[in-house]
C-alpha cells in the first residue's frame, strides 16, 4: 500500500513559479512510476508529466514542455513538479499518482493517488 499527499499548491500571477511536492509513505517508492495529472472544471483528468521508476526519460504533456519539470528524490520518497512560467490555463487540481516501474498516460492504470492540489493562475 502507497500514501501519497501533495503539498505546494496556490495562488499565483501569470509568468510566476510553483513547485508540487508528492511525498510517499512505504519502502518500495523507488519501484514506482510517478505520474502528475490535472483536472480543470468541466474537463478530464490529463497527463503533464510522468517518470519511471529508474528517472530516466521523463514525459511532458506538449502544454507544459519546458515549463515544467519533474524530478524525484527516492531517499526522500517525494516526487515534484516545478512548474515555471505559469499560465492561466494551467490553472486545475493537480494530484500524483503512482504505479510499478513505468509510467502510462492513463488515468485507471495507477495504483494510488493523492489528494490533489489547487494551482490557481490569476492573469
Known amino acids: 500500500q502507497v500514501q501519497l499527499v501533495e503539498s505546494g499548491g496556490g495562488l499565483v500571477q501569470a509568468g510566476g513559479s510553483l513547485r508540487l511536492s508528492c511525498a510517499a509513505s512505504g519502502r518500495t517508492f523507488s519501484s514506482y512510476a510517478m505520474g502528475w495529472f490535472r483536472q480543470a472544471p468541466g474537463k478530464e483528468r490529463d497527463l503533464v508529466a510522468a517518470?519511471?521508476?529508474?528517472?530516466?526519460?521523463?514525459y511532458y504533456a506538449d502544454s507544459v514542455k519546458g515549463r515544467f519539470t519533474i524530478s524525484r528524490d527516492n531517499a526522500k520518497n517525494t516526487v515534484y513538479l516545478q512548474m515555471n512560467s505559469l499560465k492561466p490555463e494551467d490553472t486545475a487540481v493537480y494530484r500524483c499518482?503512482?504505479?510499478?516501474?513505468?509510467?502510462?498516460?492513463?488515468?485507471?492504470?495507477?495504483?494510488?493517488w493523492g489528494q490533489g492540489t489547487q494551482v490557481t493562475v490569476s492573469s
Open positions: 517518470m519511471s521508476s529508474s528517472g530516466g526519460n521523463p
Open positions: 499518482a503512482a504505479r510499478p516501474r513505468f509510467w502510462s498516460r492513463y488515468v485507471d492504470q495507477y495504483n494510488y
